[in-house]
Nanobody, 123 residues
């Protein structure tokens, strides 16, 4: 029903910024809550941020709040994660996710996932 493709991951220096994108297939992005998860080497998958289908509400993991901004452009079927003040601890593979219902790090669980994009932050 939904295919997700992340892009934008690359090597950046600490303190820098990076913008990730997640493109959804078809013309149904406005019907889905979307968000980002990440997995660092040796760690479990971690919730990063989520946004409601309409874009009227967002939530963030405490570790990224104030530094990352999630947004979406439903006309383009695309979701974004603006990452600022990057730290080496942000190094991880980042995954785009979507579901017909709202989800967060403590509520619900997304059904659809992208393939991941690698973000590496050097000291």
């Amino acid at each position: 029903q939904v295919q997700l493709v992340e892009s934008g991951g690359r090597l950046v220096q600490a303190g820098g910024s990076l913008r990730l994108s997640c493109a959804a297939s078809g013309r149904t992005a406005s019907n889905y809550a979307m968000g980002w998860f990440r997995r660092a080497p040796g760690n479990e998958r971690e919730f990063v941020a989520a946004i409601t289908a309409s874009g009227d509400s967002t939530n963030y993991a405490y570790s990224v709040k104030g530094r990352f901004i999630i947004s979406r452009d439903n006309a383009k079927n695309t979701m974004y994660l603006q990452m600022n003040s990057l730290k080496p601890e942000d190094t991880a593979e980042y995954y785009c996710a979507a579901d017909v219902e709202y989800f967060s790090g403590s509520y619900g669980y997304p059904t659809y996932w992208g393939q991941g994009t690698q973000v590496t932050v050097s000291s």
